[in-house]
């Protein structure tokens, strides 16, 4: 039942961050994103990967490349939001269709392995709460209508949870489960790896930065 809840609350927090405890400091958000981007790429390392190449084939090195590509491809149109980057028009009213398109796919396989590897759940809802704090930042700073970015936040915690059911309603994702897991590590290293690299100034870590990521592997690697 985790999988289906805390994906939803993870996108409530970071609405009620930046709506009720406005939450729109930029130093810590990227501390913030240090955070998630340092348990995302520890969860992946510490439990994906293990359990998906018990059993190895070399096919799945194939599909963790193809998901790596898959999250470029995708950032084309979401520019770059999965990792803290929104790029909308401050005079925009319409509906964004084209990031909440690119953002759903990648939140719906983010979905699919969590049945399975029941701590990826804590990794995604440390992702999700920084990204949904930055959606609703951004969109507020739009003249878009409160009833659409309700209903983008709405659709948009409703996709990981969607990509779970799937994942357990559909016989041939199942069977299918660790090529669609690698496929997910690779979407989950190119995140990561980004959102580390883009949270500091000129690349560089100061100690601040170093000691989040620090104490973000330290979590990962002790649930």
Partial sequence: MKQYLLPILAVVLGFLFVTV???????????????????????TIFNLLP??????????????????????FLEFFSKGAEHGHVHLHKTRTTFPWLLFLSLS??????????????????GI???????????????????????????????????????????????????????????????????STTILFESSEGHKFNLTKLLVIVVATTMAYLI
């Fill in 105 to 122: 796919i990648h939140a719906v396989l983010e979905g699919f392995p969590m049945h399975h590897h029941k701590h990826l759940v804590y």
């Fill in 51 to 72: 359990t998906v190449f018990t059993s190895y084939k070399s096919s799945y090195g194939i599909f963790i490349m193809v998901g790596i590509l898959l999250q470029i």
């Fill in 125 to 191: 809802v440390v992702h999700k709460i920084p990204i949904a704090i930055i959606l609703t930042t951004f969109f507020y700073e739009t003249n878009m209508p409160k009833a659409s970015i309700m209903l983008f936040l709405v659709l948009f915690a409703l996709m990981t949870p969607l990509g779970s059911f799937l994942s357990e309603s559909i016989p041939m994702l199942e069977m299918y489960q660790n090529e669609i897991s690698a496929l997910v590590i690779g979407i989950f290293l190119h995140i």
């Fill in 21 to 43: 405890f406005k939450l729109r400091n930029k130093k810590y958000m990227k501390l913030l994103l240090a955070f998630s981007g340092a348990f995302l790429l520890a969860i």
